[in-house]
């Protein structure tokens, strides 16, 4: 029985890779099937009306709160300028300095990465920084790695992740907290030895004009012809990780919190409620594809916690699953690219199945799955030529996503390396 269910696992694997199936649907399918074949009834108790779907559906439904609240709050950064305004600061002090626009972008990217993740984080952040880095010199798959670096540095702070991590695996938040408090100074680093290293490595390439603006008037005319935010307004992504880091908050307040600091402080009170409303439903754009994703996710966990598919697959992955701290960090090492191009380790994929697994089968506690994981998502966040924030960097640089993968993948690859070694340290 655990076999099959492992040969329908593949077989989902290979529908999403080939693209016979959207990932969602593939995941929800792949949910009612290893159902059924762990011998769960249609309804009742751990069936696949009742359990799989009515119960699984709306599992994740924090984390798709929190996910619209990022979106929202991404939104708001961009119509008001307040991204803009932080990437356009940083070019002017940067000024011909490639090596200093390039760490300057990279740290706007990194604080943009904690409001809100993928696509929408890549542009606000790469529409001015992409074409600005690549003025000076920076070489255009450096400029677009750059980006995806510095959103990856952040993904260790970007509430949204906190919930889905933490509705995911059953942890409380505190828990997720800590351990992405431990990963951060491996993402950190990495990124920052991206910039140092790469754009040094390939010299200085003028390929791109880009004009930036400095006029000299008053700040106010400044800010109308260039859009630019308050100096107070551009303290916005910080508030939400204040409040849940520092105070401890809950991570929908603390999105929300954000989400009014931002209004209150860019905009007049005649404005805010169309403002508030247009953001709002713009946000619902953005968050649609991955609310529905974690839909598809909860019914997959569901079926795999069944008893009938945890009898059925704890012998296989107890046998294959390593316990030696040493062999575990090796192994785990070994299998990074596996959560590249949607496959089986990607936690918005199939690899959440596998996480439901090892933690419903007592295989791992789920503190080391939280870490394995965490580490996978920050490769797949930054290497994997299939998602979206990789595609559109790489599309605006004017290069290839593999291009990007090729360049990005030894960084991120020591990052899953540090996330594996504080693993095996604290959560074996």
Same mark, same amino acid.
């Given at each position: 029985?655990?076999?099959? +269910? *492992?040969?329908?696992? @593949? =077989? $989902?694997?290979?529908?999403? /890779?080939?693209?016979?199936?959207?990932?969602?649907? #593939? &995941?929800?399918?792949?949910?009612?099937?290893?159902?059924?074949?762990?011998?769960?009834?249609?309804?009742?108790?751990?069936?696949?009306?009742?359990?799989?779907?009515?119960?699984?559906?709306?599992?994740?439904?924090?984390?798709?709160?929190?996910?619209?609240?990022?979106?929202?709050?991404?939104?708001?950064?961009?119509?008001?300028?307040?991204?803009?305004?932080?990437?356009?600061?940083?070019?002017?002090?940067?000024?011909?300095?490639?090596?200093?626009?390039?760490?300057?972008?990279?740290?706007?990217?990194?604080?943009?990465?904690?409001?809100?993740?993928?696509?929408?984080?890549?542009?606000?952040?790469?529409?001015?920084?992409?074409?600005?880095?690549?003025?000076?010199?920076?070489?255009?798959?450096?400029?677009?790695?750059? +980006? *995806?670096?510095?959103? @990856? =540095? $952040?993904?260790?702070?970007? /509430?949204?992740?906190?919930?889905?991590?933490?509705? #995911? &695996?059953?942890?409380?938040?505190?828990?997720?907290?800590?351990?992405?408090?431990?990963?951060?100074?491996?993402?950190?680093?990495?990124?920052?030895?991206?910039?140092?290293?790469?754009?040094?490595?390939?010299?200085?390439?003028?390929?791109?004009?880009?004009?930036?603006?400095?006029?000299?008037?008053?700040?106010?005319?400044?800010?109308?012809?260039?859009?630019?935010?308050?100096?107070?307004?551009?303290?916005?992504?910080?508030?939400?990780?204040?409040?849940?880091?520092?105070?401890?908050?809950?991570?929908?307040?603390?999105?929300?919190?954000?989400?009014?600091?931002?209004?209150?402080?860019?905009?007049?009170?005649?404005?805010?409620?169309?403002?508030?409303?247009?953001?709002?439903?713009?946000?619902?754009?953005?968050?649609?594809?991955?609310?529905?994703?974690?839909?598809?996710?909860?019914?997959? /966990?569901?079926?795999?916690?069944?008893?009938?598919?945890?009898?059925?697959?704890?012998?296989?992955?107890?046998?294959?699953?390593?316990?030696?701290?040493?062999?575990?960090?090796?192994?785990?090492?070994?299998?990074?690219?596996?959560?590249?191009?949607?496959?089986?380790?990607?936690?918005?994929?199939?690899?959440?199945?596998?996480?439901?697994?090892?933690?419903?089968?007592?295989?791992?506690?789920?503190?080391?799955?939280?870490?394995?994981?965490?580490?996978?998502?920050?490769?797949?966040?930054?290497?994997?030529?299939?998602?979206?924030?990789?595609?559109?960097?790489?599309?605006?640089?004017?290069?290839?996503?593999?291009?990007?993968?090729?360049?990005?993948?030894?960084?991120?690859?020591?990052?899953?390396?540090?996330?594996?070694?504080?693993?095996?340290?604290?959560?074996?």
């Amino acid at each position: 029985m655990g076999i099959l +269910i *492992l040969i329908i696992m @593949a =077989a $989902g694997v290979a529908a999403i /890779l080939t693209k016979k199936l959207p990932t969602a649907f #593939a &995941l929800v399918l792949l949910g009612v099937v290893i159902a059924l074949v762990s011998g769960a009834p249609v309804t009742g108790k751990n069936s696949v009306f009742d359990t799989v779907l009515q119960e699984g559906a709306p599992a994740l439904a924090a984390t798709m709160i929190a996910i619209l609240l990022g979106s929202w709050l991404g939104k708001l950064l961009d119509e008001t300028g307040i991204a803009g305004t932080l990437v356009r600061k940083i070019v002017e002090f940067g000024g011909d300095r490639p090596t200093v626009v390039a760490l300057g972008v990279l740290m706007v990217s990194t604080l943009i990465g904690t409001v809100t993740g993928s696509a929408p984080a890549a542009m606000l952040a790469g529409i001015i920084g992409i074409p600005a880095m690549i003025a000076v010199g920076i070489p255009k798959v450096t400029a677009a790695g750059t +980006i *995806l670096m510095g959103i @990856a =540095a $952040g993904m260790p702070f970007e /509430l949204p992740v906190w919930q889905f991590f933490s509705s #995911a &695996l059953d942890l409380p938040v505190s828990e997720v907290r800590d351990f992405m408090i431990k990963l951060f100074p491996f993402a950190l680093f990495a990124a920052v030895m991206f910039v140092l290293v790469e754009s040094r490595r390939r010299g200085v390439e003028h390929a791109w004009a880009f004009r930036t603006e400095t006029p000299r008037t008053k700040a106010g005319k400044r800010r109308a012809r260039l859009g630019d935010a308050p100096w107070y307004a551009l303290l916005t992504p910080a508030v939400p990780l204040a409040l849940a880091l520092g105070f401890e908050i809950a991570i929908i307040p603390s999105l929300l919190a954000g989400v009014l600091y931002a209004l209150v402080t860019t905009t007049r009170p005649r404005d805010m409620n169309r403002r508030l409303l247009r953001t709002l439903y713009s946000g619902f754009d953005v968050a649609a594809a991955p609310i529905i994703l974690f839909v598809a996710i909860g019914i997959l /966990l569901a079926a795999v916690k069944l008893p009938g598919a945890v009898d059925a697959l704890e012998p296989l992955v107890k046998a294959v699953s390593p316990q030696n701290p040493v062999l575990f960090v090796a192994v785990f090492t070994v299998l990074v690219p596996l959560c590249l191009y949607r496959g089986p380790l990607n936690v918005y994929g199939l690899g959440a199945g596998i996480a439901g697994v090892l933690i419903a089968a007592g295989i791992y506690p789920a503190a080391a799955v939280l870490g394995i994981t965490a580490s996978y998502n920050q490769v797949f966040g930054v290497a994997d030529p299939t998602s979206t924030q990789t595609v559109w960097s790489a599309q605006y640089a004017g290069v290839g996503p593999q291009q990007v993968m090729t360049r990005t993948l030894p960084y991120v690859w020591f990052v899953a390396l540090g996330g594996f070694c504080v693993t095996a340290a604290t959560a074996l």
